[in-house]
């Protein structure tokens, strides 16, 4: 196992007993679970309209150098200004060179997956370009300097009674704020960089390839109130937010927010079709299309399917591994099922091994995926990967095959006695298994010795 496998053990064994964020996590669990039993109202034949939106993208897929090359004319002739970035870095770069030219030093953005995959705020931050987050949850992960550990719900893992403390703690605050007055506060925070800010830099949740329009979707109206007044406009986004027209979205979007609560609430969406040029209010718009190996996921049959994630977020609301060891274990923007399956592709599986295994193949994922994406045997798709190369870890390995010898004959499993069998197990598996665990202990009397003395056999 390499350095990241080690350290992530490392992390999950840390918080995979302590009780309170056990009981955190399992009380969001059956929030969402109330969700889910409400959701099913709003279609007559649900599974079919999730089967139609999987449909839907992974046409695009298909097609994509098309629709890429069509949504670049497109966006270019309605006055935006795209460029192609083939790794973070290159992302990166490309933002850096706009800001400079444009002589911006203060930024605000808004809640994106890609953004952070190219780990921006640092890299910015270096640069000494002010950026503050203006999502609620990612101001608070960002005020107390941690990642988001949700990709739905950035602070997902804090109370309110800890988010106030913090408050109070960092700009001084009564103490003691509940959820509402937190927010307000929040807004006044945030009101100077919102009017002083000179960028805004957002992702996109699809782009429109026949009319090279950026769509973006949101519940606190950040985006809406931000994209009016800031004179400069990055989004950046990955190649596999394409779609055809706009016609998709009437399955699209819904099934975007089919979880959120109050579906009033969850439906700002913004179409950005060119720059504005409103009076005083000219604007310019940029497009940072951004590849970082999602190459390398599309030119895989079945796994580009996880492409058409649409990150509401649900496959790590019930994923009992991610209640477990919660989001900051996986160390990556994108924890839970998702990242852990696009991750051994995107990085490699010598980097990335690890996450093949954090499934236990239980389904519920897939279940609630809302564009009917199915990540249960997605994982199964890398695992095989993964032996393929043979980049599987060798005691797993030397386990499997030994085990294979065993179950194709039964006199070779009986030869030896059970405590024989436990004192195998525990070499091979224990360690993985943890301390905290007790390996299960074989039969007394293997199935065949007791078959025989049930039924008098000699
Ligand atoms: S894989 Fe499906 S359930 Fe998970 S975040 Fe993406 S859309 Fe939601």
């Known amino acids: 196992m390499n350095d990241n496998g080690i350290i992530f053990n490392q992390n999950a064994k840390k918080i995979a007993f302590d009780d309170e964020h056990y009981e955190k996590m399992m009380t969001r669990y059956q929030r969402f679970m109330y969700n889910v039993e409400n959701c099913t109202n709003y279609y007559s034949d649900l599974n079919l309209e999730k089967q139609r939106a999987l449909n839907i993208r992974c046409k695009a897929f298909k097609k994509l150098d098309k629709l890429l090359v069509d949504f670049d004319t497109n966006f270019s002739n309605n006055g935006g200004k795209i460029l192609w970035a083939n790794n973070s870095d290159d992302a990166k770069q490309l933002i850096y060179d706009i800001l400079n030219q444009e002589r911006v030093k203060r930024i605000i953005k808004t809640k994106s997956t890609t953004i952070d995959e190219i780990n921006l705020t640092s890299f910015l931050e270096m640069k000494k370009i002010k950026i503050v ?5 990612d101001f608070i992960c960002s005020v107390s300097n941690e990642r988001s550990y949700n990709i739905n719900d950035s602070a997902a893992h804090k109370t309110t009674s800890q988010v106030a403390d913090l408050y109070t703690e960092k700009f001084g605050i009564k103490e003691n704020c509940n959820a509402k007055q937190l927010t307000v506060c929040t807004k006044q925070i945030l009101k100077e960089d919102f009017n002083n800010s000179q960028a805004l830099i957002t992702g996109a949740n699809f782009l429109i390839s026949n009319t090279g329009t950026i769509v973006l979707t949101e519940n606190q109206g950040n985006i809406l109130k931000s994209s009016t007044f800031t004179p400069i406009h990055i989004v950046v986004a990955g190649i596999d937010k394409l779609i055809t027209s706009i016609d998709e979205l009437s399955v699209l979007l819904p099934l975007s927010s089919l979880y959120e609560p109050n579906k009033n609430i969850s439906s700002l969406y913004n179409f950005i079709s060119k720059p ?3 009076g005083d209010n000219v604007q310019k718009l940029y497009l940072i299309l951004l590849n970082n190996n999602r ?14 994630c649409v990150q509401c977020g649900a496959c790590s609301d019930v994923c009992p591994i991610y209640n477990t060891i919660g989001g900051h274990t996986y160390m990556e923007c994108n924890p839970g099922p998702v990242g852990s399956i696009l991750y051994p592709i995107t990085k490699g599986m010598e980097e990335a091994a690890h996450f093949t295994s954090l499934c236990t193949s239980c389904g519920r994922c897939s279940e609630v995926c809302p564009v009917d994406i199915p990540l249960k045997d997605l994982f199964l798709e890398n695992r095989k990967d993964l032996v393929k190369e043979n980049k599987s870890f060798i ?4 386990f499997i095959s030994n085990l294979i010898k065993k ?3 039964r006199k070779n499993l009986d030869k030896m006695g059970s405590s024989f069998k436990d004192l195998e197990l525990s070499y091979f598996i224990k360690k993985k298994w943890g301390n905290k665990r007790e390996l299960p202990k074989h039969a007394r009397e293997s199935f065949s010795d007791y078959w025989k003395n049930i039924n008098k056999i000699n």
């Open 407 to 409: 179950m194709n004959s």
């Open 276 to 278: 504005s040029t409103d």
């Open 295 to 308: 190459t390398n996921v599309l030119a895989k049959e079945k796994q580009r399917a996880i492409l058409s």
């Open 133 to 137: 987050d203006t999502n609620v949850g």
């Open 395 to 398: 005691s797993e390995r030397n």
